[in-house]
T-cell receptor
Framework: AQKITQTQPGMFVQEKEAVTLDCTYD???????LFWYKQPSSGEMIFLIY??????QNATEGRYSLNFQKARKSANLVISASQLGDSAMYFC?????????????FGTGTKLQVIP | EAQVTQNPRYLITVTGKKLTVTCSQN?????MSWYRQDPGLGLRQIYY???????DKGDVPEGYKVSRKEKRNFPLILESPSPNQTSLYFC?????????????FGPGTRLTVL
């Protein structure tokens, strides 16, 4: 069984500062993928970044990077130079990746508020 | 425009009255999935489908049915809705060729069961 844990229900960050959102996971699969999604107050789900379990380098997408520590089973999202538009809920998720998408497990989310 | 559409967007109904929430995607994706979102619980997967006529249970399938007769459509059926099914529902789709493809989400359906 897969499990995702996000221990920070809410966080504040000053505009232009960097922030790290925590995500730990548990799975018995050897091959899996880790994802982060953003949900603004408008409600839509926006894909941010993906990390495969066999990827040797940490994923980066613009201001987003994923700090992947396989031995610790953590996949923290780092947002650099926070902007007011980054205020949103952030969800970590995982899925087995051998054979493509199957069951997907999400965490409970972290609400990020960026302060001017 | 590539998109996932859901209908209706908002629905208020009463206990026991059967309803269907439709989901359609125009991206020729093999994989489709339904989630429900509840405060403090994040998103939980209800059912998923890896291709036409192939469906499987997610973490919270009780009280729901799905079907995948066509690749583009994946309706969610509540045969006898109950108040604990009041929630925000999302449909999503993805290519299934490898697990790293992002899921494209629909706009959500807010369901209230009285």
């Amino acid at each position: 069984a897969q499990k995702i844990t996000q221990t920070q229900p809410g966080m504040f960050v000053q505009e232009k500062e960097a922030v790290t959102l925590d995500c730990t996971y548990d799975t018995s699969d050897q091959s899996y993928g880790l994802f982060w999604y953003k949900q603004p107050s408008s409600g839509e789900m926006i894909f941010l970044i993906y990390q495969g379990s066999y990827d040797e380098q940490n994923a980066t997408e613009g201001r987003y990077s994923l700090n992947f520590q396989k031995a610790r089973k953590s996949a923290n999202l780092v947002i650099s130079a926070s902007q007011l538009g980054d205020s949103a809920m952030y969800f970590c998720a995982m899925s087995p990746s051998s054979g493509g998408y199957q069951k997907v497990t999400f965490g409970t989310g972290t609400k990020l508020q960026v302060i001017p | 425009e590539a998109q996932v559409t859901q209908n209706p967007r908002y629905l208020i109904t009463v206990t026991g009255k059967k309803l269907t929430v439709t989901c359609s995607q125009n991206m020729n994706h093999e994989y489709m999935s339904w989630y429900r979102q509840d405060p403090g619980l994040g998103l939980r997967q209800i059912y998923y489908s890896m291709n036409v006529e192939v469906t499987d249970k997610g973490d919270v399938p009780e009280g729901y049915k799905v079907s995948r007769k066509e690749k583009r459509n994946f309706p969610l059926i509540l045969e006898s809705p109950s108040p604990n099914q009041t929630s925000l529902y999302f449909c999503a789709s993805s290519l299934r060729t490898r697990g790293g493809n992002e899921q494209f989400f629909g706009p959500g359906t807010r369901l209230t069961v009285l």
